[in-house]
């Protein structure tokens, strides 16, 4: 979408970073909102954005901090270690 203030992040990305990052994250978010709000923007995209970032710090807490995507499960690019 033109003008979208904010890249829109993939779930790989979201499980990628750290509780901080995903905490900043979810607060720029905000902040962002409620800026376009004061200025009558449409925030749709971006507080669907919110509702991603929320979840995966939501899952992290119910699940821990490690959740396995398929591509980890697979092993599609192992890592160094992972190889011997």
Do not use: W
Not at 27 to 38: D, G, H, I, N, Q
């Amino acid at each position: 979408m033109k003008g979208d203030p904010m890249k829109k992040m993939s779930e790989q990305a979201l499980k990628g970073m750290s509780e901080s990052e995903l905490r900043s994250s979810a607060r720029r978010l905000e902040s962002t909102v409620a800026k376009m709000r004061k200025n009558r923007q449409n925030t749709k995209v971006l507080e669907t954005e919110i509702c991603y970032v929320q979840r995966e710090i939501e899952l992290r807490k119910k699940f821990g901090h490690i959740r396995a995507s398929v591509e980890d499960i697979e092993n599609v690019n192992p890592l160094e270690f992972e190889q011997s």
